[in-house]
């Protein structure tokens, strides 16, 4: 988010149903139809759509730190396939929210050794009070709560159609940013979110029906 805008972080990110599926299909051996690559490539088209429209109305950065930026959220998108994947062989075992807990464990502790490694670690205790507060608040009503929730969806109807179950999340995150962040919102950021959104909907449906056929 230091070099590019939330809107088209969002839009990158909600590529990780597109990885997941793939990453199904050689974890899982699950079937990818002809029409379900279509969806992954519309999905990434309108991607491209929205980067070079944010690309042109950017005004942080130079173009590489843009790029940059736009591949570290697509390694985000990546590492997140993974973790969804490889959920839904736990949870065959497991509890959601005893999966929840170990995976915000594990990822707290790799924060951790993050700051020590950069050698920042008494940063985290010289904030405002008031920014421990809002953190606390973030952790347990958009991270533990929405993890707990993933968790419980994936045991129930599988990575794949859990990775697309939440469409309206970039539609929201482009007009929060825009009214919030007074990002920019041109006819292109809509028609790339359109097609995105739409692509995922359709790989979606693809999927159930695959999995009602095999079932």
């Not at 597109?18 to 490539?41: D, N």
């Not at 065959?92 to 999966?99: A, Y």
């Amino acid at each position: 988010l230091e070099h590019i805008g939330a809107g088209l972080e969002r839009m990158i990110l909600y590529s990780y149903p597109s990885i997941v599926l793939i990453l199904s299909a050689l974890v899982y051996r699950k079937p990818i139809s002809p029409g379900m690559i279509v969806c992954v490539a519309l999905s990434y088209l309108g991607i491209f759509i929205v980067y070079g429209a944010d690309a042109q109305t950017a005004v942080i950065g130079d173009p590489e730190q843009y790029r940059n930026g736009a591949l570290l959220v697509l390694a985000s998108a990546f590492c997140f396939a993974i973790y969804l994947t490889s959920s839904e062989y736990v949870l065959r075992f497991t509890q959601p929210s005893w999966f929840t807990a170990w995976a915000m464990i594990g990822a707290s502790g790799v924060i951790a050794v993050h700051a020590l490694i950069a050698g920042n670690i008494e940063t985290l205790f010289g904030f405002h009070n008031g920014v421990y507060f809002y953190a606390l608040i973030v952790a347990l009503f958009c991270t533990a709560l929405p993890s707990i929730l993933k968790s419980a969806g994936i045991q129930r109807i599988g990575a794949s159609a859990a990775g697309v179950a939440g469409s309206a999340g970039p539609m929201l995150t482009f007009l929060l940013a825009a009214i919030l962040l007074d990002e920019v919102l041109s006819w292109r950021h809509l028609l790339g979110m359109a097609v995105v959104v739409a692509a995922i909907t359709l790989l979606s449906r693809l999927q159930s029906r695959t999995q009602v056929q095999t079932d």
